[in-house]
């Protein structure tokens, strides 16, 4: 009777309960409740970064997927068996109420392994099979997440579309439908449609988490569109729903950020602010409070307090260099906006000292400082020599500036001298010890205190430089102190010795050496002042658009050296900022200027006929240079800038004779940051537009490539030896040096590390020696390429079995057995280790 009561076979009442059940409690209920440890531990671990929209849902990112994987294959292992033993598909339908949810589980499991293809397998065959049943709808909804987080954004868009023109899903389902669809929206930068999706997903939850995060980024989408009431109002839900303190601190900070100047509650936010400065628990945050302070204070139009805002900002930062960053970024946008120059450059290089490479800012911001960089450089360099050439002119004023630098050098020295006395008199703080034979003593010899030496060491570098320990360190012409050795040789005069420790800044000799007191010196002086103002002239023009002050550094070149070499292209310079900014007088001034005083010449050539500029020998190597400059970023592995300096080449040179490899490597930029179907368009359109050009027929190869399902195109001669087959069976293979002696141990851990992640596999792990230098440490066998791609990937995100192999940094690979045969006949590790970046992609 049990066995009948336990048969698959046939539909009937007490089959249907039995299995019910049984799936249910034995199977189901563990699985679940294995998942919902693992996303509890996922929420737990969670750091959002609330200067960015944070995530509506918290997902394991690479390396916690790797982690996942034992209690993921538990999962997968107990629903399995679940489906296999108690389904009941009898007439074309499945009788067991559990099976839908064993396979949706089944599913999630993969999507957090980062098993993303199979997890879309699983999804789709539960939306096909239970089509006609309120089943389908989280399967639609996971296909939708699913294909969101692989960023096929079309697919997604589809099953979002499938479910909203269809039947509404039941409620239960309505909250994560309504979600994952403003997930989409805001990944797709819609808005104002994701405000409107996650508005209802927050009418129908009924989870506190899900209503603490939904209202968190429904202000964050409402202050994105400066609607400073209604983010104000979500930020206060928030913290009405008393979440975790790291939200509710944020949520604070950033309902200040939504401050509206004719807002009722102004006052009460300012109290708020003081009130949260003055907590002692927030002292790690004061540099988050002060920047909403100083937002405040420029949203009132209180410029001067704002900026001492960020200022105490940057100072009392503590752990936090994002907000560091962003404190020194807003002062230097500040100062950029005036414009002033020189300020906006220093605060953006200190910018750049901290923040992320990850912020989705960072090329534009790298940019902007590279180009104000040598901006203030050649600014610098004019106000240095005209205050040179003053002090080499003007006897008087050169006097008076000698005198001062000299009285400020020795109240330095004054200050140094009181300092360096209350060291010594041990007034160096209660935590300070003596090193050396007498650290229990109260002995205050120089060099038993390591407080006193770094002061010495320090103070001493910074007068002098790095010096070498020989004789007449600190002279910087030895040769010219030859008699005064010998007259020192020969005399114990004390005073002969007190020279040579005189600070050479007290002295108004060391300053003369700078001035250009003789015509050659003056010369190489005015040279410097005319390459640094023709430089700012073009910088202002293209990298800033500063037209006024480009105009005024092109101008200020020929008043002052209206004979120099630049005199024709700043004329050419100038008449091309006229088109710009539609000033015909000044376009017609600088037009008649080159034409008639240079009529023969290229630029008169150019503006008669504008066809000429393609051809043109000045653009040919401006352009050569631009490239150049791309080219390097591109090598640089900086993408985004790539892009955005090729959109620029475009404004810059019109048409020009390097148009087919501009937008060439624009491609090859968008391949590295875009999805492929991005990077297959991109190289269509340059065979499409560049037909004649070999940079075609390079992307002709790259898209056959990628349509045969080849990651990247291997193009190095010393690599063509090996072949690249998917149907292969494959080894992955860590070189280790012979002379390290922990070869077994590492065989140990592997095998180890094998059992909690692969216990369903059988892998051999040998060692052999590749030449005197190397070892091979191999695990095999991989059924195929992506097989051994998943393992390589797991393997070297491991930090607990594999922590002592990992933390060498070794190099690893995979390796057809095909392939290995080469290898190892070849033994020559960097050909293969250049096969294997290119092919695989996996660095």
Known sequence: MFLLACSTKKNSFTRRAYHNTTTRYNYYFNAKEIFKVTNQKLVEEHVDDFSELIPLFILPNEEKSANLVPDMDKIIEKCSEAIDRHSIYVKKEE?????????????????????????????????????????????????????????????AEVYLKQIEEGNAPPEKYQSEYHAVYADFLIRSKLYEDAIAQLEKALKVTKKRAEKQRF???????????????????????????????????????????????????????????TKMKNDAKNKEFLDQIYYALADIAFKQADEPLGIDYLKKSVSSSVNNNKQKALSYLRLGELYYSKPKYVPAQAYYDSCMAFLPETYKEYDQIYARNKALKKLVDNILIVQEQDSLQKMALDDEYRKNTITALIEKELLEEQKKAAQEAAILNGNIGADDNLVGMNTTSNAKWYFYNPTIVNFG????????????????????????????????????????????????KTNPEYYLQFLPLDAKKMNASHNMIIEALYAQGNIYREDFADYKNSVEAFETLLTRYDTCRYVLPTWYNLYRISLLTNDDGMKEKYKKLIIQNYPESEYARIIQDPTYNKTTRETRKRVDNYYSIIYDLYREEKFGLVLTRVEKAKSIFADNHLQDKFDFIAALAIGHISPRDTFKLALENIIKNHAASTVAAEAKIILDQLNKGVGEVVTSSNTNKYSYKTDDTFSFVAIIPANDKNTNKYKADVSDFNTVFF???????????????????????????????????IFKLNQQQLQDLNAKNYQYFIISNDNFVIFYSDKNIPDYLTFFNKQFGLE
């Not at 599913?107 to 980062?114: L, M, Q």
């Not at 979440?243 to 944020?250: A, G, K, L, S, V």
Request: charged letters at 30%; glycine letters at 2%.
């Open 215 to 273: 209202n968190y980024v429904l202000a964050q989408l409402w202050l994105k569109k400066k609607e400073y009431s209604k983010a104000s109002e979500y930020f206060t839900n928030v913290i009405d729903l008393k979440p975790r303190y790291d939200m509710m601190f944020n949520a604070q900070i950033s309902k200040a950020l939504s401050f509206d100047v004719e807002g009722k509650d102004n006052e009460d936010v300012k109290k708020m602010l």
């Open 759 to 793: 216990n369903k596999e059988t892998f051999n792990v040998n060692s052999i020696f590749l030449n005197a230098l190397n070892q091979l440490l191999i695990i095999k066998e991989f059924k195929d390429e992506q097989a051994a791609k998943d393992y390589y990937k």
């Open 457 to 504: 060491k320090n103070d001493f570098q910074k007068t002098w430089g790095p010096r070498k320990l020989e004789d007449n360190w600190r002279r910087f012409n030895k040769q010219a102190n030859a008699s005064f050795e010998e007259e020192y040789a020969e005399t114990t005069d004390t005073s002969a010795t007190d020279s040579i420790l005189v600070n050479e």
């Open 95 to 155: 009788h067991n109420r559990w099976i839908d949810d064993c396979y949706m589980l089944i599913g999630k499991a993969r999507f957090y392994k980062a098993e993303h293809y199979l997890a879309l397998e699983m999804f789709e065959y539960v939306a096909k099979a239970y089509n006609k049943k309120p089943e389908k709808f989280p399967a639609l909804i996971w296909l939708a997440r699913t294909h969101i987080q692989v960023n096929e954004m079309s697919k």
